[in-house]
């Protein structure tokens, strides 16, 4: 079975600061991996998605993560936060295109002026 | 092209009822997930549908049910309404089974009293 732990229920960064949000997973056979952003009382919109090829994915907005197969993770990071960053931020894993998604527990983010 | 939606956007409900949650799927997709997420929690999988046909169950109860119509638009049923289905109910569709991305719709937010 597959799983996601996001580590931090809560990040608070300044406004400019780095973002660094913690993703590890488990998987018995290479993993889809996603990160999906939930803004209040929204759907979840695609950031990024790393499938094969290059370890590091750049998304929208300006978030990029790496995804580390020796370490089982797959971190989303952004190197200056902005307010409109404010949101709650899931990992999520599949084991195959079109699959299931498995998510993480999420990530609230808090931009501080 | 339009994104997914959902309808109702909210509903409340008393124990033992029954609810109809609905779902339009993106322009050309034939493959639809419902999701349910608990306050607080992440996105759990219920169901896949892909073509009419159930294609993948999560942990969930027969009294959870679901259909997918000629136009790909699909519905999920609840019978037997407990508290703890209280929840966002996400709908995502995605291309083709084969492929990897899915798109989120804004969710139907569920209270069952």
């Known amino acids: 079975a597959q799983s996601v732990t996001q580590l931090g229920s809560h990040v608070s960064v300044s406004e400019g600061a780095l973002v660094l949000l913690r993703c590890n997973y488990s998987?018995?056979?290479?993993?889809?991996l996603f990160w999906y952003v939930q803004y209040p009382n929204q759907g979840l919109q695609l950031l990024l998605k790393?499938?094969?090829?290059?370890?590091l994915v750049k998304g929208i907005n300006g978030f990029e993560a790496e995804f580390k197969k020796s370490e089982t993770s797959f971190h989303l990071t952004k190197p200056s936060a902005h307010m409109s960053d404010a949101a709650e931020y899931f990992c999520?894993?599949?084991?195959?295109?079109?699959?299931?998604?498995?998510f993480g527990g999420g990530t609230r983010v808090l931009v501080k002026p | 092209e339009t994104g997914v939606t959902q309808s109702p956007t909210h509903l409340i409900k008393t124990r033992g009822q029954q609810v109809t949650l609905r779902c339009s799927s993106q322009?050309?997709?034939?493959?639809v997930s419902w999701y349910q997420q608990a306050l607080g929690q992440g996105p759990q999988f219920i169901f896949q549908?892909?073509?009419?046909?159930?294609?993948g169950r999560g942990n969930f109860p027969p009294r959870f049910s679901g259909l997918q119509f000629p136009n790909y638009s699909s519905e999920l049923n609840v019978n037997a309404l407990e508290l703890d289905d209280s929840a966002l109910y996400l709908c995502?569709?995605?291309?083709?089974?084969?492929?990897?991305?899915?798109?989120f719709g804004p969710g139907t937010r569920l209270l069952v009293l």
């Open positions: 998987s018995s056979v290479p993993p889809y």
């Open positions: 322009s050309g997709h034939n493959t």
């Open positions: 790393y499938t094969t090829g290059a370890t």
């Open positions: 549908y892909y073509r009419e046909e159930e294609n």
């Open positions: 995502a569709s995605s291309l083709e089974q084969g492929r990897e991305t899915q798109y």
């Open positions: 999520a894993v599949s084991k195959a295109a079109g699959n299931k998604l498995t």
